[in-house]
Protein backbone atom coordinates (compact mmCIF):
# COMPACT_ATOMS: atom_id res chain seq x y z
CA UNK A 1 0.00 0.00 0.00
CA UNK A 2 1.78 3.61 -1.27
CA UNK A 3 -0.79 5.92 0.29
CA UNK A 4 -4.62 6.09 1.56
CA UNK A 5 -6.42 9.20 1.14
CA UNK A 6 -9.85 11.05 1.07
CA UNK A 7 -11.50 12.69 -2.52
CA UNK A 8 -13.19 15.69 -1.94
CA UNK A 9 -14.36 16.45 -5.49
CA UNK A 10 -13.97 15.02 -8.61
CA UNK A 11 -10.90 13.79 -9.53
CA UNK A 12 -9.06 11.81 -12.36
CA UNK A 13 -10.84 8.39 -11.93
CA UNK A 14 -14.59 9.66 -11.52
CA UNK A 15 -17.03 12.95 -10.27
CA UNK A 16 -17.79 11.06 -6.48
CA UNK A 17 -16.69 11.97 -3.50
CA UNK A 18 -15.03 8.83 -0.98
CA UNK A 19 -11.99 7.87 -0.76
CA UNK A 20 -8.76 6.31 -3.30
CA UNK A 21 -5.82 4.02 -2.34
CA UNK A 22 -2.64 3.48 -4.28
CA UNK A 23 -1.57 0.44 -4.04
CA UNK A 24 2.21 -1.03 -6.15
CA UNK A 25 2.44 -4.76 -7.23
CA UNK A 26 5.09 -6.94 -7.97
CA UNK A 27 6.22 -10.31 -8.63
CA UNK A 28 2.27 -11.23 -8.86
CA UNK A 29 0.00 -11.46 -11.94
CA UNK A 30 -2.20 -8.27 -11.40
CA UNK A 31 -5.86 -9.83 -13.50
CA UNK A 32 -5.13 -12.16 -10.07
CA UNK A 33 -4.65 -8.84 -7.52
CA UNK A 34 -7.22 -7.47 -8.88
CA UNK A 35 -9.65 -10.22 -9.16
CA UNK A 36 -8.93 -11.00 -5.14
CA UNK A 37 -9.30 -7.29 -4.75
CA UNK A 38 -13.14 -7.31 -5.86
CA UNK A 39 -13.87 -10.69 -3.83
CA UNK A 40 -12.55 -9.26 -0.48
CA UNK A 41 -14.20 -6.62 -1.12
CA UNK A 42 -17.27 -7.21 -1.38
CA UNK A 43 -17.07 -9.62 1.44
CA UNK A 44 -16.23 -6.79 3.65
CA UNK A 45 -18.76 -4.31 2.31
CA UNK A 46 -21.50 -7.13 2.99
CA UNK A 47 -20.50 -7.82 6.74
CA UNK A 48 -20.16 -3.41 7.83
CA UNK A 49 -23.13 -3.30 5.36
CA UNK A 50 -21.66 -0.68 3.82
CA UNK A 51 -25.02 1.34 1.73
CA UNK A 52 -22.81 2.77 -0.71
CA UNK A 53 -22.03 0.59 -2.77
CA UNK A 54 -20.06 2.14 -6.06
CA UNK A 55 -16.44 1.58 -6.65
CA UNK A 56 -14.08 1.57 -9.31
CA UNK A 57 -10.07 1.10 -10.12
CA UNK A 58 -7.62 2.49 -12.41
CA UNK A 59 -4.80 0.70 -13.84
CA UNK A 60 -1.00 1.96 -14.24
CA UNK A 61 2.14 0.44 -14.66
CA UNK A 62 3.03 -1.12 -11.26
CA UNK A 63 -0.18 -1.15 -9.52
CA UNK A 64 -3.48 0.11 -9.06
CA UNK A 65 -5.61 3.25 -7.98
CA UNK A 66 -8.97 1.46 -6.20
CA UNK A 67 -11.36 4.27 -5.56
CA UNK A 68 -14.82 3.62 -2.84
CA UNK A 69 -17.28 6.52 -3.55
CA UNK A 70 -18.77 7.69 0.19
CA UNK A 71 -21.22 10.76 1.23
CA UNK A 72 -19.14 13.41 2.67
CA UNK A 73 -20.17 12.46 6.35
CA UNK A 74 -18.37 9.27 5.22
CA UNK A 75 -14.90 9.75 4.02
CA UNK A 76 -12.83 8.77 7.00
CA UNK A 77 -15.10 5.54 7.45
CA UNK A 78 -14.55 5.31 3.42
CA UNK A 79 -10.41 5.08 3.93
CA UNK A 80 -11.06 2.09 6.41
CA UNK A 81 -12.95 0.45 4.10
CA UNK A 82 -10.15 0.63 1.27
CA UNK A 83 -7.26 -0.05 3.79
CA UNK A 84 -9.02 -3.20 5.51
CA UNK A 85 -10.08 -4.59 1.98
CA UNK A 86 -6.15 -4.21 0.98
CA UNK A 87 -5.34 -5.94 4.10
CA UNK A 88 -7.36 -9.04 3.41
CA UNK A 89 -6.34 -8.86 0.34
CA UNK A 90 -2.60 -8.95 0.62
CA UNK A 91 -3.34 -11.27 3.45
CA UNK A 92 -5.05 -13.82 0.88
CA UNK A 93 -2.65 -13.43 -1.92
CA UNK A 94 0.60 -13.83 0.52
CA UNK A 95 -0.67 -16.90 2.24
CA UNK A 96 -1.08 -14.83 5.43
CA UNK A 97 -3.54 -15.40 8.53
CA UNK A 98 -5.41 -12.20 9.19
CA UNK A 99 -5.23 -10.48 12.47
CA UNK A 100 -8.11 -10.17 14.07
CA UNK A 101 -10.66 -10.12 11.16
CA UNK A 102 -14.04 -9.17 13.34
CA UNK A 103 -11.95 -6.54 15.51
CA UNK A 104 -10.95 -4.74 12.04
CA UNK A 105 -15.07 -4.94 11.15
CA UNK A 106 -16.35 -3.47 14.37
CA UNK A 107 -13.78 -1.03 14.30
CA UNK A 108 -14.85 0.49 10.42
CA UNK A 109 -18.61 0.13 11.96
CA UNK A 110 -17.42 2.44 14.88
CA UNK A 111 -15.92 4.91 12.70
CA UNK A 112 -19.38 4.91 9.87
CA UNK A 113 -21.53 5.72 13.61
CA UNK A 114 -19.62 8.29 14.94
CA UNK A 115 -18.95 10.16 11.64
CA UNK A 116 -22.08 10.14 10.31
CA UNK A 117 -23.78 13.77 10.20
CA UNK A 118 -27.20 14.32 9.41
CA UNK A 119 -27.14 18.06 9.47
CA UNK A 120 -24.44 18.53 7.22
CA UNK A 121 -25.95 15.93 4.66
CA UNK A 122 -28.94 17.86 4.93
CA UNK A 123 -27.13 21.38 4.25
CA UNK A 124 -25.32 19.86 0.91
CA UNK A 125 -28.86 18.56 -0.47
CA UNK A 126 -30.22 21.93 0.35
CA UNK A 127 -27.22 23.37 -1.50
CA UNK A 128 -27.52 21.23 -4.46
CA UNK A 129 -31.49 22.32 -4.73
CA UNK A 130 -31.07 25.78 -4.53
CA UNK A 131 -27.74 25.36 -7.21
CA UNK A 132 -25.32 26.49 -4.77
CA UNK A 133 -21.65 25.97 -3.96
CA UNK A 134 -20.89 23.59 -1.13
CA UNK A 135 -17.57 23.56 0.71
CA UNK A 136 -16.77 21.72 3.66
CA UNK A 137 -13.96 20.19 5.84
CA UNK A 138 -13.09 18.86 9.15
CA UNK A 139 -13.79 22.22 11.05
CA UNK A 140 -16.66 24.33 8.73
CA UNK A 141 -18.92 24.36 6.21
CA UNK A 142 -19.98 27.07 4.13
CA UNK A 143 -22.37 27.85 1.65
CA UNK A 144 -22.23 30.62 -1.99
CA UNK A 145 -18.43 32.19 -2.04
CA UNK A 146 -16.97 35.29 -1.29
CA UNK A 147 -18.97 38.12 -0.50
CA UNK A 148 -22.41 36.45 -1.17
CA UNK A 149 -20.77 33.56 1.15
CA UNK A 150 -22.60 31.72 4.90
CA UNK A 151 -20.20 29.70 7.13
CA UNK A 152 -20.56 27.80 10.55
CA UNK A 153 -18.60 25.84 12.62
CA UNK A 154 -19.50 21.88 11.28
CA UNK A 155 -20.92 21.48 15.19
CA UNK A 156 -23.23 24.48 15.25
CA UNK A 157 -25.21 23.71 11.20
CA UNK A 158 -28.19 25.18 11.12
CA UNK A 159 -31.60 23.31 9.64
CA UNK A 160 -31.34 24.39 6.10
CA UNK A 161 -35.02 26.00 6.49
CA UNK A 162 -33.02 28.63 8.39
CA UNK A 163 -30.75 29.35 5.58
CA UNK A 164 -31.55 32.53 3.71
CA UNK A 165 -30.88 30.88 0.89
CA UNK A 166 -31.76 34.70 -1.28
CA UNK A 167 -28.51 36.20 0.41
CA UNK A 168 -26.30 33.76 -0.87
CA UNK A 169 -25.02 33.23 -4.28
CA UNK A 170 -21.55 31.90 -6.44
CA UNK A 171 -19.19 34.07 -8.08
CA UNK A 172 -17.71 33.57 -11.31
CA UNK A 173 -14.41 31.22 -10.30
CA UNK A 174 -11.60 30.46 -12.81
CA UNK A 175 -9.50 27.10 -12.27
CA UNK A 176 -5.68 27.71 -13.82
CA UNK A 177 -3.57 24.52 -13.80
CA UNK A 178 -0.92 23.42 -15.97
CA UNK A 179 2.95 22.33 -15.11
CA UNK A 180 4.39 25.63 -15.58
CA UNK A 181 2.95 29.19 -15.69
CA UNK A 182 -0.08 28.81 -13.41
CA UNK A 183 1.32 31.42 -10.60
CA UNK A 184 1.90 34.26 -13.24
CA UNK A 185 -1.70 33.57 -14.70
CA UNK A 186 -3.84 33.70 -11.68
CA UNK A 187 -1.52 36.89 -10.89
CA UNK A 188 -2.04 38.12 -14.39
CA UNK A 189 -5.76 37.58 -13.84
CA UNK A 190 -5.94 39.21 -10.55
CA UNK A 191 -4.50 42.74 -12.24
CA UNK A 192 -7.44 42.19 -14.83
CA UNK A 193 -9.92 42.15 -12.11
CA UNK A 194 -8.07 44.60 -10.28
CA UNK A 195 -8.12 47.00 -13.63
CA UNK A 196 -11.92 46.68 -13.81
CA UNK A 197 -12.53 47.64 -9.82
CA UNK A 198 -12.78 44.24 -8.49
CA UNK A 199 -12.08 42.60 -4.86
CA UNK A 200 -10.24 39.74 -6.33
CA UNK A 201 -8.51 36.78 -5.31
CA UNK A 202 -6.18 34.01 -5.69
CA UNK A 203 -4.71 30.72 -4.64
CA UNK A 204 -1.41 29.86 -5.50
CA UNK A 205 1.42 28.04 -4.40
CA UNK A 206 3.08 31.03 -3.16
CA UNK A 207 0.51 32.50 -0.91
CA UNK A 208 -3.93 33.12 -0.18
CA UNK A 209 -4.56 37.07 -1.18
CA UNK A 210 -7.69 38.96 -1.02
CA UNK A 211 -6.84 42.59 -2.66
CA UNK A 212 -3.99 43.21 -1.40
CA UNK A 213 -4.28 41.41 2.17
CA UNK A 214 -2.00 37.93 1.83
CA UNK A 215 -4.38 35.42 4.07
CA UNK A 216 -1.64 32.77 4.48
CA UNK A 217 1.67 32.12 2.90
CA UNK A 218 2.51 28.85 1.80
CA UNK A 219 1.44 25.93 -0.86
CA UNK A 220 -2.16 26.30 -1.55
CA UNK A 221 -2.47 24.92 -4.59
CA UNK A 222 -5.28 22.62 -3.77
CA UNK A 223 -9.25 22.95 -1.95
CA UNK A 224 -7.95 24.56 1.19
CA UNK A 225 -6.48 27.38 -0.07
CA UNK A 226 -9.63 27.32 -2.43
CA UNK A 227 -11.75 27.21 0.96
CA UNK A 228 -9.71 29.61 2.80
CA UNK A 229 -9.94 32.10 -0.07
CA UNK A 230 -13.83 31.69 -1.06
CA UNK A 231 -15.10 32.21 2.58
CA UNK A 232 -13.93 35.77 2.63
CA UNK A 233 -16.70 38.37 2.53
CA UNK A 234 -14.34 40.78 0.44
CA UNK A 235 -13.80 38.71 -1.77
CA UNK A 236 -15.73 39.10 -5.32
CA UNK A 237 -14.34 37.03 -8.08
CA UNK A 238 -11.57 34.31 -7.11
CA UNK A 239 -8.97 32.85 -9.40
CA UNK A 240 -8.02 29.27 -7.98
CA UNK A 241 -4.62 27.54 -8.59
CA UNK A 242 -4.81 23.88 -9.07
CA UNK A 243 -1.96 21.43 -8.87
CA UNK A 244 -1.10 18.85 -9.92
CA UNK A 245 -0.73 17.31 -6.61
CA UNK A 246 -4.08 18.92 -4.78
CA UNK A 247 -5.96 17.33 -8.03
CA UNK A 248 -4.33 14.00 -7.08
CA UNK A 249 -4.72 14.22 -3.10
CA UNK A 250 -8.18 15.56 -2.53
CA UNK A 251 -9.73 16.26 -6.18
CA UNK A 252 -10.94 19.40 -7.55
CA UNK A 253 -12.35 21.88 -5.32
CA UNK A 254 -15.59 22.76 -6.64
CA UNK A 255 -18.08 21.98 -9.38
CA UNK A 256 -19.01 25.27 -10.26
CA UNK A 257 -16.24 27.12 -12.30
CA UNK A 258 -17.18 29.05 -15.32
CA UNK A 259 -13.29 28.81 -16.76
CA UNK A 260 -10.90 26.87 -16.46
CA UNK A 261 -7.20 26.85 -18.02
CA UNK A 262 -4.59 24.44 -18.54
CA UNK A 263 -0.95 26.08 -19.13
CA UNK A 264 0.67 23.46 -20.46
CA UNK A 265 1.62 20.06 -19.50
CA UNK A 266 5.74 18.53 -19.05
CA UNK A 267 6.98 15.84 -17.37
CA UNK A 268 7.58 16.72 -13.93
CA UNK A 269 6.56 15.36 -10.49
CA UNK A 270 6.18 11.65 -12.21
CA UNK A 271 6.29 8.46 -10.38
CA UNK A 272 3.91 9.50 -7.54
CA UNK A 273 0.04 8.34 -6.90
CA UNK A 274 0.53 5.98 -9.91
CA UNK A 275 1.40 9.27 -12.81
CA UNK A 276 4.35 7.61 -14.36
CA UNK A 277 4.10 9.01 -18.51
CA UNK A 278 3.37 12.33 -20.03
CA UNK A 279 -0.12 10.97 -21.38
CA UNK A 280 -1.46 10.29 -17.69
CA UNK A 281 -0.36 13.54 -16.46
CA UNK A 282 -2.40 15.73 -19.21
CA UNK A 283 -5.38 13.41 -18.15
CA UNK A 284 -4.67 14.71 -14.59
CA UNK A 285 -4.21 18.28 -16.03
CA UNK A 286 -7.67 18.13 -17.93
CA UNK A 287 -9.24 17.05 -14.87
CA UNK A 288 -10.68 20.91 -14.41
CA UNK A 289 -12.63 20.49 -17.13
CA UNK A 290 -14.89 18.45 -14.42
CA UNK A 291 -15.06 21.55 -12.56
CA UNK A 292 -16.84 23.75 -15.05
CA UNK A 293 -20.65 24.33 -14.90
CA UNK A 294 -22.57 23.69 -18.44
CA UNK A 295 -21.87 26.83 -20.06
CA UNK A 296 -18.01 26.83 -19.11
CA UNK A 297 -15.39 27.74 -21.45
CA UNK A 298 -12.55 25.73 -21.13
CA UNK A 299 -8.78 27.59 -22.19
CA UNK A 300 -6.29 25.58 -23.67
CA UNK A 301 -2.91 25.84 -24.88
CA UNK A 302 -3.21 24.46 -29.02
CA UNK A 303 1.10 25.01 -29.28
CA UNK A 304 1.08 22.08 -26.73
CA UNK A 305 1.35 18.71 -28.49
CA UNK A 306 0.25 16.88 -25.01
CA UNK A 307 -3.27 19.26 -24.50
CA UNK A 308 -3.73 18.52 -28.45
CA UNK A 309 -3.30 15.08 -28.25
CA UNK A 310 -5.30 13.87 -25.73
CA UNK A 311 -8.53 16.46 -25.88
CA UNK A 312 -8.74 15.16 -29.56
CA UNK A 313 -9.49 11.63 -28.11
CA UNK A 314 -12.37 12.51 -26.08
CA UNK A 315 -15.73 12.14 -27.55
CA UNK A 316 -17.01 15.38 -25.78
CA UNK A 317 -15.34 18.57 -24.80
CA UNK A 318 -16.54 21.60 -22.73
CA UNK A 319 -16.95 24.85 -25.05
CA UNK A 320 -13.15 25.16 -26.13
CA UNK A 321 -10.86 28.67 -26.18
CA UNK A 322 -7.91 27.72 -28.29
CA UNK A 323 -4.65 30.12 -27.47
CA UNK A 324 -1.56 29.90 -29.80
CA UNK A 325 1.44 32.30 -30.80
CA UNK A 326 0.54 31.45 -34.70
CA UNK A 327 -2.53 32.51 -36.40
CA UNK A 328 -1.72 30.25 -38.69
CA UNK A 329 -2.04 27.13 -36.77
CA UNK A 330 -4.84 24.99 -37.51
CA UNK A 331 -6.72 24.92 -34.28
CA UNK A 332 -6.84 28.51 -34.14
CA UNK A 333 -8.02 28.64 -38.43
CA UNK A 334 -10.23 25.85 -37.71
CA UNK A 335 -11.90 28.06 -34.58
CA UNK A 336 -12.54 31.09 -36.73
CA UNK A 337 -13.64 29.32 -39.53
CA UNK A 338 -16.32 27.74 -37.15
CA UNK A 339 -17.04 31.08 -35.47
CA UNK A 340 -15.55 29.62 -31.73
CA UNK A 341 -13.03 31.53 -29.41
CA UNK A 342 -9.79 31.78 -29.81
CA UNK A 343 -6.55 33.70 -28.73
CA UNK A 344 -3.15 34.43 -30.93
CA UNK A 345 -0.66 36.61 -31.56
CA UNK A 346 -0.73 38.29 -35.05
CA UNK A 347 1.94 41.31 -36.18
CA UNK A 348 3.03 41.80 -32.90
CA UNK A 349 -0.27 41.74 -31.74
CA UNK A 350 -2.11 40.13 -29.38
CA UNK A 351 -6.01 39.22 -31.10
CA UNK A 352 -8.94 37.72 -29.44
CA UNK A 353 -11.41 36.31 -31.78
CA UNK A 354 -15.06 36.14 -29.85
CA UNK A 355 -17.03 34.23 -32.59
CA UNK A 356 -17.90 36.96 -34.55
CA UNK A 357 -15.03 39.61 -34.53
CA UNK A 358 -11.62 39.44 -34.32
CA UNK A 359 -9.92 42.31 -31.90
CA UNK A 360 -6.96 43.59 -30.91
CA UNK A 361 -6.15 43.31 -27.17
CA UNK A 362 -2.62 45.50 -27.16
CA UNK A 363 0.62 45.37 -28.81
CA UNK A 364 2.88 42.60 -26.84
CA UNK A 365 6.17 44.87 -26.41
CA UNK A 366 3.71 47.13 -24.63
CA UNK A 367 3.52 44.16 -21.62
CA UNK A 368 6.08 44.79 -19.17
CA UNK A 369 6.25 40.85 -18.28
CA UNK A 370 7.17 39.92 -22.35
CA UNK A 371 10.03 42.10 -22.12
CA UNK A 372 9.45 43.71 -25.55
CA UNK A 373 8.97 40.07 -26.71
CA UNK A 374 11.75 38.27 -25.77
CA UNK A 375 9.26 36.25 -23.25
CA UNK A 376 7.76 33.87 -25.33
CA UNK A 377 6.33 31.86 -22.34
CA UNK A 378 4.86 35.03 -20.49
CA UNK A 379 3.43 35.95 -23.89
CA UNK A 380 1.41 32.80 -23.88
CA UNK A 381 0.20 33.45 -20.17
CA UNK A 382 -0.89 36.35 -21.37
CA UNK A 383 -2.76 34.98 -24.09
CA UNK A 384 -4.23 32.32 -21.56
CA UNK A 385 -5.77 34.87 -19.39
CA UNK A 386 -7.38 36.77 -22.10
CA UNK A 387 -9.13 33.42 -22.67
CA UNK A 388 -10.04 33.27 -19.12
CA UNK A 389 -11.03 37.09 -18.69
CA UNK A 390 -12.77 37.25 -21.32
CA UNK A 391 -14.81 34.35 -20.52
CA UNK A 392 -15.37 35.89 -17.37
CA UNK A 393 -17.11 38.65 -18.78
CA UNK A 394 -14.35 41.11 -18.87
CA UNK A 395 -13.92 43.74 -21.53
CA UNK A 396 -11.52 44.57 -23.70
CA UNK A 397 -10.61 47.86 -21.91
CA UNK A 398 -10.18 46.25 -18.99
CA UNK A 399 -8.37 43.26 -20.06
CA UNK A 400 -5.84 45.46 -21.73
CA UNK A 401 -5.67 47.46 -18.61
CA UNK A 402 -4.68 44.61 -16.50
CA UNK A 403 -1.88 43.88 -18.91
CA UNK A 404 -0.50 46.67 -19.33
CA UNK A 405 -0.11 46.71 -15.84
CA UNK A 406 1.13 44.12 -15.03
CA UNK A 407 4.98 43.87 -14.54
CA UNK A 408 7.61 40.99 -13.98
CA UNK A 409 8.99 42.40 -10.34
CA UNK A 410 8.67 41.22 -6.70
CA UNK A 411 5.98 42.96 -6.10
CA UNK A 412 3.45 42.04 -9.52
CA UNK A 413 4.95 38.58 -9.70
CA UNK A 414 7.90 37.37 -7.40
CA UNK A 415 10.19 34.94 -8.38
CA UNK A 416 9.36 34.98 -12.05
CA UNK A 417 11.74 36.76 -14.61
CA UNK A 418 12.45 39.48 -11.62
CA UNK A 419 14.70 42.06 -13.49
CA UNK A 420 17.24 43.85 -11.37
CA UNK A 421 20.00 46.55 -12.53
CA UNK A 422 23.26 46.22 -10.32
CA UNK A 423 25.52 49.26 -9.39
CA UNK A 424 28.06 47.40 -11.74
CA UNK A 425 26.18 48.08 -14.39
CA UNK A 426 25.24 44.53 -15.37
CA UNK A 427 21.38 42.68 -15.22
CA UNK A 428 20.00 39.79 -13.10
CA UNK A 429 17.21 38.45 -13.91
CA UNK A 430 15.23 35.86 -10.80
CA UNK A 431 13.02 33.56 -11.47
CA UNK A 432 11.83 30.02 -9.75
CA UNK A 433 11.88 28.06 -13.16
CA UNK A 434 12.48 24.38 -11.10
CA UNK A 435 12.07 21.86 -14.23
CA UNK A 436 13.49 21.43 -17.68
CA UNK A 437 10.25 23.01 -19.57
CA UNK A 438 10.66 26.17 -17.18
CA UNK A 439 13.78 26.25 -17.52
CA UNK A 440 14.07 26.15 -21.60
CA UNK A 441 11.43 29.01 -21.13
CA UNK A 442 13.03 31.05 -19.45
CA UNK A 443 16.75 30.59 -21.21
CA UNK A 444 14.44 31.05 -24.74
CA UNK A 445 14.27 34.76 -22.99
CA UNK A 446 17.70 34.91 -21.74
CA UNK A 447 19.38 33.89 -25.43
CA UNK A 448 16.94 36.82 -26.74
CA UNK A 449 18.99 39.55 -24.76
CA UNK A 450 21.84 40.89 -25.39
CA UNK A 451 24.81 40.54 -22.90
CA UNK A 452 28.75 40.98 -22.99
CA UNK A 453 28.52 37.44 -20.70
CA UNK A 454 26.23 35.27 -19.33
CA UNK A 455 26.08 33.85 -15.90
CA UNK A 456 23.69 31.24 -14.34
CA UNK A 457 22.96 29.97 -10.76
CA UNK A 458 20.96 27.01 -10.53
CA UNK A 459 20.43 23.81 -8.30
CA UNK A 460 17.39 21.14 -8.03
CA UNK A 461 15.35 18.97 -5.79
CA UNK A 462 16.69 15.86 -4.65
CA UNK A 463 12.93 14.16 -5.14
CA UNK A 464 13.89 14.50 -9.36
CA UNK A 465 15.36 11.97 -11.28
CA UNK A 466 19.11 11.85 -12.12
CA UNK A 467 18.11 12.11 -16.10
CA UNK A 468 15.60 15.18 -14.70
CA UNK A 469 18.76 16.72 -12.55
CA UNK A 470 20.99 16.34 -15.59
CA UNK A 471 18.09 18.22 -18.34
CA UNK A 472 17.74 21.09 -15.56
CA UNK A 473 21.84 21.88 -16.07
CA UNK A 474 21.64 21.04 -19.86
CA UNK A 475 18.57 23.58 -20.20
CA UNK A 476 20.97 26.04 -18.82
CA UNK A 477 23.69 25.46 -20.92
CA UNK A 478 21.88 26.13 -24.14
CA UNK A 479 22.25 29.69 -23.19
CA UNK A 480 26.11 29.72 -23.71
CA UNK A 481 27.01 31.07 -19.78
CA UNK A 482 30.58 31.90 -19.51
CA UNK A 483 30.05 31.25 -15.60
CA UNK A 484 27.49 29.03 -13.99
CA UNK A 485 27.11 28.28 -9.96
CA UNK A 486 25.70 25.12 -8.82
CA UNK A 487 24.25 25.60 -5.40
CA UNK A 488 23.16 23.12 -2.74
CA UNK A 489 19.48 23.05 -1.91
CA UNK A 490 20.14 21.64 1.72
CA UNK A 491 15.89 22.27 1.98
CA UNK A 492 15.31 20.30 -0.35
CA UNK A 493 17.44 16.97 -0.72
CA UNK A 494 14.97 14.57 0.34
CA UNK A 495 16.89 11.69 0.23
CA UNK A 496 19.96 12.17 -1.49
CA UNK A 497 23.36 12.61 0.25
CA UNK A 498 24.98 16.64 0.58
CA UNK A 499 26.76 17.53 -2.58
CA UNK A 500 25.25 14.67 -5.19
CA UNK A 501 22.46 16.80 -6.94
CA UNK A 502 25.71 19.25 -7.51
CA UNK A 503 27.94 16.31 -9.00
CA UNK A 504 25.19 15.05 -11.42
CA UNK A 505 24.44 18.85 -12.41
CA UNK A 506 28.17 19.74 -12.85
CA UNK A 507 28.94 16.76 -14.81
CA UNK A 508 25.85 17.60 -17.50
CA UNK A 509 27.44 21.02 -17.50
CA UNK A 510 31.01 19.09 -18.54
CA UNK A 511 29.31 16.88 -21.35
CA UNK A 512 27.38 20.04 -22.40
CA UNK A 513 31.07 22.05 -23.01
CA UNK A 514 31.27 23.97 -20.23
CA UNK A 515 35.13 23.64 -18.80
CA UNK A 516 35.85 23.01 -15.42
CA UNK A 517 37.44 26.76 -14.63
CA UNK A 518 33.75 27.98 -15.65
CA UNK A 519 32.07 26.02 -13.00
CA UNK A 520 31.85 27.18 -9.17
CA UNK A 521 29.85 25.53 -6.09
CA UNK A 522 27.95 27.18 -3.27
CA UNK A 523 26.48 26.07 -0.04
CA UNK A 524 22.87 27.95 -0.73
CA UNK A 525 21.19 30.26 -3.45
CA UNK A 526 22.07 33.51 -1.74
CA UNK A 527 25.96 32.80 -1.18
CA UNK A 528 26.03 31.35 -5.08
CA UNK A 529 24.62 35.12 -5.61
CA UNK A 530 26.83 36.98 -3.79
CA UNK A 531 29.66 34.90 -5.38
CA UNK A 532 28.07 35.55 -8.89
CA UNK A 533 27.75 39.41 -8.44
CA UNK A 534 30.93 39.65 -7.16
CA UNK A 535 32.73 38.52 -10.44
CA UNK A 536 30.03 40.53 -13.08
CA UNK A 537 30.56 43.10 -14.31
CA UNK A 538 28.52 46.30 -16.78
CA UNK A 539 26.71 44.91 -19.27
CA UNK A 540 26.92 40.88 -17.97
CA UNK A 541 23.78 39.37 -17.66
CA UNK A 542 23.19 37.09 -15.10
CA UNK A 543 20.14 34.29 -14.67
CA UNK A 544 19.55 33.11 -11.06
CA UNK A 545 16.94 30.16 -10.60
CA UNK A 546 16.46 30.52 -7.42
CA UNK A 547 14.20 27.43 -4.96
CA UNK A 548 15.06 28.78 -2.14
CA UNK A 549 16.15 31.92 -0.02
CA UNK A 550 13.75 33.89 -2.56
CA UNK A 551 12.85 36.63 -0.50
CA UNK A 552 17.15 36.91 0.63
CA UNK A 553 17.93 36.60 -2.75
CA UNK A 554 15.89 39.46 -3.43
CA UNK A 555 16.22 41.81 -1.17
CA UNK A 556 20.32 41.20 -1.57
CA UNK A 557 20.37 42.00 -5.41
CA UNK A 558 18.03 44.87 -4.93
CA UNK A 559 19.90 46.70 -2.70
CA UNK A 560 23.15 45.58 -4.96
CA UNK A 561 21.58 48.28 -7.13
Same mark, same amino acid.
Given at each position: ??????????????????????????????????????????????????????????????????????????????????????????????????????????????????????????????????????????????????????????????????????????????????????????????????????????????????????????????????????????????????????????????????????????????????????????????????????????????????????????? %???? $?????? +? &??? @?? !? /???????????????????????????????????????????????????????????????????????????????????????????????????????????????????????? %???? $?????? +? &??? @?? !? /????????????????????????????????????????????????????????????????????????????????????????????
Amino acid at each position: MDDCRRLTGPSLVWENTGAILDVLIHGKDMDAVLDCWHRQLNKLLEKIDWQHHAFTHRRFESGFNFLIAAPIDQLYSATMVLEAAWYFTSCELLNIEAEQPQDIVNAIQASIESEANAALLALQRAAELNSIDFLYDDDEVSVGHGEASLCWPVEEIPPASQVDWQSVHNLPVALITGTNGKSTSVRILDGIAKAAGHVAGVTSTDFVRVGDDVLDTGDYSGPGGARLLLRDKRLQVPFLEVARGGILRRGLPLRCAKAALVTNVARDHLGQYGINTLEALTEVKLVVAKGLTDDGVLVVNADDLSIRSYLQTLK %QTPE $LCWFSL +D &RNH @DL !I /RQQIKNKLKCCFTEQGKIVYFDGVLEQTVCNINEIPMTMNGAALHNVRNALGAVGVASAMGYNLEQIQSGLLRFNSDEKDNPGRLNSFKLKTGARVLVDFAHNAHSVAAVVDTVERMPAR %QKWA $LFGSAG +D &RSN @DE !I /RAIAEGVCQMNPGHVVIVEVEKYLRGRESGEVSEIMKQACLDSGLKPDQIEFADSPLAGVKQAVSGMQAEDLGLFLVLSERDAVIEFVRGYG
